[in-house]
């Protein structure tokens, strides 16, 4: 640790002893699907209830099973109690925190002071650990990588009890295969990582309506040349002429000159209040939705001075809105196809959806740079599209035939978002970088203690 970070906040006293094992209760991701039985230990003293404990999980913003027990009853510990900034550097922004700190109380204290996190996912409800463990991307991955890439440091708790500090420098192996290795390498204790300077807390944002698919990953890849933030929503339920057409979204910071003088002001979200009945969502009201979003932007370019939480997290304006799908719950499958973008494997992911009848609620597609360090991180270079599918009869065959096409095309999938790939498409895709994940597990949990419903379902572990 650099002798320059100041201290935020000292340690507490441990606790004396792990409190009284909680009760059974139903434990699901975002997507709501699948739910599992599981007891999860919460406390602000993350290192002492990690002991014995199969897994840690942060908000549950992985939509599928990751941060799941892998058998039902199993104990997980949830961080989001653990949430102490413990040291900052306001000259070089290296930051020192818990895993359980959240990256909406991140932004709020770090904005108004100069940075903001290198990277950051879709929604602000995520923790530091769970933005390690899934090795987050973001809007500017084609120039800025992965969370995984701004991390010096990790303080973990291994699956036999010791607790380690790894980095590139120490116990690399084990540093990058928790990088995007989904809790499985140990429990996440503290995260230290770097920030990044902004010029002001606004964002200078451009947006314009896209006729067509193809256009659509034309005007992606020449943004990313120009953009630091680029993504393209997209709508896939119109089986016309319209298929595929949307809107592209290009940002980055305001210098000063151009931002208003104010700081923006924070919002509170209003919760949807109730789990809906799941008839109550219909594909053509999702048709007219997309298709008043796509006329109302209208044809010319438009500019704005937006606010960073419009920006980078347009659907966190409703809290909850996963209960839109009723208990049916829904799914995003997450895939990048690499190469070019105007390669024709990308219509032929179109084309299955459509064979299939998927019917695709939200469709956004971004761009991926280079690899990183993580062992099993998600990005590679090329196109990643992100699909809500509600949960149906036709989901897990769906599924089935796009990781066909993600593997006859070298893509992989976004383990953070999986709930339905099947094991054997799992290792076709992932035969390469496999076998040195799991050599990393056989050295430091050889008995797989450290578990999750994903990795039962996908990893062979035992339940
Ligand atoms: C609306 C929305 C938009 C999103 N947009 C993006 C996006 O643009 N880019 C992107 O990359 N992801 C995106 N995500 C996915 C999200 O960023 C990841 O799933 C993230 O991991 C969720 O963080 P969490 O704290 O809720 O972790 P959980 O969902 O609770 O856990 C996720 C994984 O991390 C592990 N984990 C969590 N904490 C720890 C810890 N302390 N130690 C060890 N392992 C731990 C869990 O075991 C699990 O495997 C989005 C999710 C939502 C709901």
Not at 234 to 249: A, E, K, S, W
Request: aromatic share 8%.
């Amino acid at each position: 640790m650099e002798p320059t970070l100041r201290v935020i906040h000292g340690g507490k006293e441990p606790a004396r002893e792990l409190p009284a094992e909680p009760p059974p209760s139903e434990l699901s991701g975002w997507g709501m699907y699948p739910r599992v039985q599981g007891r999860q230990r919460l406390s602000e003293n993350l290192e002492r209830i990690t002991e014995g404990a199969t897994l840690t999980r942060g908000l549950g913003r992985s939509y599928g099973d990751a941060s799941l027990p892998g058998a039902p009853g199993a104990t997980v510990a949830g961080s989001v109690l653990a949430d102490r900034l413990l040291a900052f550097d306001r000259e070089t922004g290296l930051v020192r925190a818990e895993a359980g700190v959240t990256l909406m109380r991140l932004n709020r204290l770090s904005l108004p002071r100069g940075w903001f996190v290198p990277v950051t996912p879709g929604t602000h409800w995520v923790t530091l650990g769970g933005m390690v463990a899934a090795d987050v991307h973001g809007k500017n991955h084609h120039v800025a990588g992965t969370f995984g890439e701004h991390v010096r440091s990790l303080r973990l708790r291994l699956a036999d009890g010791r607790r380690i500090e790894v980095s590139d420098e120490h116990e690399r192996a084990l540093f990058r295969a928790t990088l995007g290795g989904m809790g499985l390498t140990g429990h996440i204790l503290e995260v230290t990582f770097q920030m990044a300077r902004v010029p002001s807390p606004w964002i200078w944002q451009e947006s314009e309506q896209v006729a067509s698919f193809e256009a659509i990953l034309e005007r992606l890849a020449d943004a990313g040349r120009d953009w630091p933030y680029t993504v393209c929503w997209n709508d896939l339920l119109n089986d016309g002429p319209g298929l595929g057409r949307g809107l592209i979204v290009r940002g980055r910071w305001a210098e000063p000159g151009e931002a208003p003088a104010r700081r923006p002001p924070w919002r509170s979200a209003p919760t949807l209040p109730l789990l809906l009945p799941s008839w109550a969502l219909q594909p053509w009201m999702v048709r007219v939705h997309n298709l008043a979003r796509y006329l109302a932007h209208g044809a010319r370019v438009r500019h704005a001075i937006a606010h960073p939480e419009t920006f980078f997290y347009p659907l966190d304006v409703v809290r909850e809105w996963n209960r839109l799908y009723g208990r049916r719950g829904f799914i995003q499958y997450q895939a990048v196809l690499p190469g070019p973008h105007d390669h024709p494997r990308h219509r032929q992911l179109i084309a299955t959806l459509r064979r299939r009848r998927g019917d695709v609620y939200l469709c956004v597609i971004k761009d991926c740079g280079a690899e990183g360090r993580g062992l099993l991180s998600f990005p590679r270079p090329g196109v990643s599209y992100a699909l809500d599918l509600p949960v149906g009869r036709g989901t897990q065959s769906l599924v089935d035939a796009l990781n066909e096409l993600v593997i006859a095309e070298g893509g992989r999938i976004y383990l953070a978002k999986d709930a339905l790939t099947r094991a054997e498409h799992f290792r076709a895709m992932e035969r390469d970088r496999l076998p040195a994940f799991q050599a990393v597990r056989d050295t430091w949990d050889p008995e797989r203690r450290l578990k999750s419903a994903l990795s039962v379902r996908l990893f062979g572990d035992a339940p």
